[in-house]
């Protein structure tokens, strides 16, 4: 008969009354009311009642007991029922339950059951529907009561996927069809809140400036007819007319000595830092030294008769300037104007004039003209005649054929007398002749037409005699009566025309979101010029600016025909009406 171990297990037996409890066999404590002992290792037939350890670990061999004295007998063990659980919230009274003696299989019986090496899941309730997954349990080595279990990482669940667990329904099945309704779905609202903020923003970006703009308008008019200057056949020249434009040009425009037509810069720059009224006299200078020594040469124009102890008036400075060429009068007045010694701070304020007066080609190195270095070119000379004979005070002057001096021993006579006495209403400029130079003129000469009386102006240069006597005086007298044939020619050929009609489409106001409002003469425009000649067109802006609404026919500006003093200026107006820019315009203008 083989081993065998018994024990004792306790199991609940619902009774009628109150019974002795058993309790498993421990290894603490003796004997007490209501407990009995387990007797390892003896004899006993099978079934029979009596208590048994609860069995902890695995069997071992255990070493056989010693005999005890014999227990009462017990009790004849009822019939055996069906253990039912007892609820979970009422726990068992103390001697409710009683021990059942079940004698264990013998070791040698016992199959053995392999032990997995990996973990067991154990398994976990179902989650509710909507709620997070939990991970399961594992059991594996080391695992068991008091051991936390090992949880599996579960990625989460997409949105449609949270969504049938939380319906109870299923996701439809992925189709390109769903993807694009559901990108569509996606980025349409963002498309639409993109399309609100460009949309408020260009409604209240600032409008662009109002610009008034040719548009393929012309610029420019040139009058029917021809007209022929006569030149000379030598030198160069230039001829206009103030107020219509450049009348033409001959000669190669190159630099050439100017000689005394120097002195016109000299006077311009002395009347502009000191600037004189029509017949205003002026502050007084005295005449130095130089002054006195410069009277005594005799290979230059000068003034003479000067001591130190005279003084004269800025106006009578000029008169011996412009009117006898003095030479010694130049070097004076650019001492007095810069306080120095010295001509050259005087010379560096004449180049800076013709620079800002566009003469280009023009260099001045003295303020007289005598130094052959001193060289410009007559459509720079042009621009000259036309800046000075805006001065009051200049123009009183030059047109003196004499002037007689306070002071001086005689009459001071003017070299552009025989000009200035003749019919053709001449009234200056300048003459110069030096044998680097020959002749040179600057000119000034007014015809009437109609109620206008402009002024044309004109410069001739390098002009030279011929033949056996070519000197300064001679190469004088050629260059006056050479501009003395231009001056009656242009005289001649002026006329009034119609430059402009009214209703002429002159340029556009341009609003610029690419609204072009046309803009047109108010009314008719007529200047006084030779036939043939070009006349320039300028649009220029009124004081008030430009509208961003108008009705037609307002005027918003100015047209002025031609160039220089006493061009043709008419009100240029509205064509249609001018409209502000619409909200469409605004939304759909380019940054």
Not at 532 to 556: D, H, V
């Amino acid at each position: 008969m083989s081993k065998a171990v018994y024990g004792m297990t306790a199991v609940p037996v619902k009774g009628d009354g109150p019974r002795a409890a058993t309790t498993a066999a421990a290894a603490e404590g003796g004997d007490a009311a209501g407990t009995e002992h387990a007797v390892e290792g003896a004899d006993a037939p099978e079934g029979a009642d009596a208590p048994e350890p609860e069995l902890t670990s695995e069997p071992e061999s255990l070493p056989e007991p010693e005999p005890e004295p014999e227990l009462a007998p017990e009790p004849e063990p009822e019939p055996e029922l069906e253990p039912e659980p007892a609820p979970e919230s009422v726990p068992e009274a103390d001697g409710e339950t009683t021990s059942k003696f079940i004698p264990l299989k013998a070791l040698d019986e016992v199959p053995v059951v392999p032990v997995p090496k990996g973990p067991v899941p154990v398994p976990v309730p179902a989650t509710v529907p909507g709620s997070a997954a939990v991970p399961a349990a594992v059991v594996g080595p080391g695992s068991g009561p008091g051991t936390a279990p090992q949880a599996t990482a579960e990625q989460p669940l997409p949105p449609l996927g949270l969504l049938a667990q939380l319906t109870n329904t299923p996701p439809p099945p992925e189709t390109p069809a769903r993807s694009v309704a559901r990108r569509f779905k996606i980025w349409v609202p963002l498309f639409l809140v993109l399309i609100g903020v460009l949309v408020v923003v260009q409604a209240l970006r600032p409008l662009p400036a109002v610009v008034l703009a040719g548009g393929g308008a012309p610029t420019s008019v040139t009058l029917a007819g021809r007209f022929d200057v006569p030149w000379p056949e030598k030198g160069q020249g230039a001829v206009r007319v103030a107020g219509s434009g450049d009348v033409g040009t001959f000669g190669e425009q190159k630099p050439v000595p100017t000689a005394s037509v120097a002195k016109v810069m000299t006077a311009y720059v002395v009347l502009k830092g000191h600037p004189l009224k029509k017949d205003e006299a002026g502050p007084s200078i005295a005449v130095d030294d130089k002054a006195v020594a410069d009277a005594s040469s005799e290979n230059e124009s000068r003034v003479e008769g000067l001591t130190t102890s005279m003084k004269f008036t800025q106006q009578d400075m000029l008169k011996m300037l412009l009117i006898p060429s003095g030479n010694n009068i130049a070097r004076l007045l650019a001492r007095w104007d810069t306080g120095s010694d010295s001509e050259a701070a005087f010379v560096e304020k004449m180049n800076a004039e013709a620079r800002e007066l566009g003469m280009a080609s023009t260099t001045y190195t003295d303020p007289s003209g005598l130094d052959a270095k001193t060289v410009s070119t007559a459509v720079d000379q042009l621009k000259l005649a036309e800046a000075v004979m805006r001065l009051d005070a200049f123009r009183a002057i030059v047109q003196l054929p004499s002037a007689t001096i306070p002071g001086l021993p005689k009459t001071i006579t003017n070299n552009n007398d025989n000009l200035l006495l003749s019919p053709l209403s001449i009234k200056g400029i300048k003459t110069g002749s030096s044998t680097p130079a020959g002749g040179a003129l600057m000119w000034a000469a007014y015809k009437s037409v109609g109620d206008k009386t402009p002024m044309i102006l004109g410069t001739l240069l390098d002009q030279r005699a011929t033949g056996a006597d070519p000197n300064a005086l001679r190469s004088l007298a050629l260059v006056k009566e050479n501009s003395r044939k231009v001056i009656e020619a242009v005289r001649a050929g002026l006329t009034e025309a119609g430059a402009v009609k009214k209703g002429q489409l002159l340029g556009y106001v341009d609003d610029g979101l690419g609204t072009r409002t046309p803009v047109v003469a108010a009314q008719d425009a007529a200047v006084v010029a030779v036939p043939g000649q070009k006349l320039e067109l300028a649009l220029e802006i009124g004081e008030k600016g430009l509208p961003r609404e108008a009705r037609a026919g307002t005027e918003i500006g100015v047209l002025t025909v031609g160039t220089g003093p006493g061009a043709t200026k008419v009100p240029v107006a509205l064509q249609t009406d001018l409209s502000a820019p619409s909200f469409g315009a605004k939304l759909m203008r380019l940054p």
